[in-house]
């Protein structure tokens, strides 16, 4: 085990904690909602969901939350402006969790971020994601809407590797006039949190364990992946799913302890329906942690 001997920034994020020295403090778990095939959403245009199973969902979270102590956060889907603002006033009336606002659209992640801050929920969010593809309008508009927590994803399509990561957060690798953390601050991202992108398995996903170490080393900036973009795209593991499907999902289940013994600060496992099989498997390695480091 390790510590950082570098300060190690805490951020606070609609009551959640994201950051800080591993085994001092909980891993923050984030799952999707309305996520591609989520059978919930009844109307993926207009936002139009099934609010019954969504409640089930959320108080089954809350609950496994309160039973291990893990801090978590949610994930919010949407591929038009109109289902992102649906989807942000059902939630903001279930929860008080983080909510990051996802999309592939930067029109549709926009519209989420301008609602949330007419709802008065600009605390709590977190625009996911920021990249090397991210235009100076979408930055702008960021600016100007207020945000201030955002995703900075490492992806660098030149160089999947740890070096490629860092340096694109670093000073742009090429790719940016300067490092994608430098241009955030910029234009007023005051709690970036790092994703050391995990695309696939075939794109060297084992590198973004070792980044997570080098970034907390560097900077001290909460850092984290999405571990599970690797585990569905493994092609061995994807032979095994046709004959057994439980195979599939225990070791979707267990790879995100993986990423915590990595020091990661917060853990995107996947979809909210795992939560209650993925949280104790985080609390165990936070506690393995916990006692690892107690005479460092």
């Known amino acids: 085990m390790f510590r950082f001997q570098n300060t190690q920034h805490i951020y606070e994020i609609g009551g959640v904690s994201f950051g800080g020295q591993p085994g001092t403090r909980r891993t923050a778990m984030i799952g ?19 609010t019954f199973r969504l409640e ?3 108080n089954n979270l809350e609950s496994v939350i309160d039973e291990t ?16 603002v649906s989807y942000l006033n059902i939630i903001s009336d279930l929860t008080e969790l983080p909510l990051l606002v996802d999309s592939p659209s930067p ?9 949330a801050s007419e709802m ?7 625009y996911n994601t920021l990249s090397v593809g991210t235009s100076k309008q979408e930055f702008e508009m960021l600016n100007e809407i207020g945000v201030k927590a955002a995703v900075l994803l490492a992806f660098n399509p030149h160089d999947f590797g740890v070096k490629g990561k860092i340096y694109l957060l670093e000073n742009g690798n090429g790719l940016l006039e300067e490092g994608l953390i430098e241009i955030a601050h910029r234009y007023g991202i005051k709690k970036p949190l790092i994703d050391v992108a995990v695309m696939s ?9 070792r980044a997570i170490i080098v970034s907390k080393a560097k900077w001290g900036i909460p850092t984290g992946c999405a571990l599970h973009n690797a585990v569905e795209s493994w092609s061995m593991l994807m032979r095994l799913k046709e004959k057994d499907a439980r195979i599939y999902r225990q070791v979707d289940i267990s790879s995100a302890a993986i990423p915590i013994m990595a020091g990661a600060d917060f853990v995107m496992y996947g979809p ?7 949280f104790p498997i985080a609390a165990l390695a936070d506690e393995l942690i ?7």
Not at 70 to 84: D, K, Q, R, S, V
Request: hydrophobic content about 45%; cysteine-free.
């Open 32 to 50: 999707s909602l309305f996520y591609p095939g989520h059978s919930i959403v009844e109307d993926r245009t207009h936002g139009k969901i099934d």
């Open 56 to 58: 089930e969902l959320i």
């Open 69 to 84: 102590e893990t801090p978590a956060a949610l994930m919010i889907y949407a591929e038009t402006a109109g289902a992102i």
């Open 107 to 115: 029109e549709v992640k926009l519209a989420g971020a301008k609602r």
């Open 120 to 126: 008065g929920l600009l605390e709590k969010l977190v």
């Open 201 to 209: 398995m075939d794109q060297n996903a084992g590198s973004a364990l």
């Open 272 to 278: 909210i329906e795992y939560a209650r099989s993925v």
């Open 290 to 296: 916990r006692q690892a480091i107690s005479d460092i």
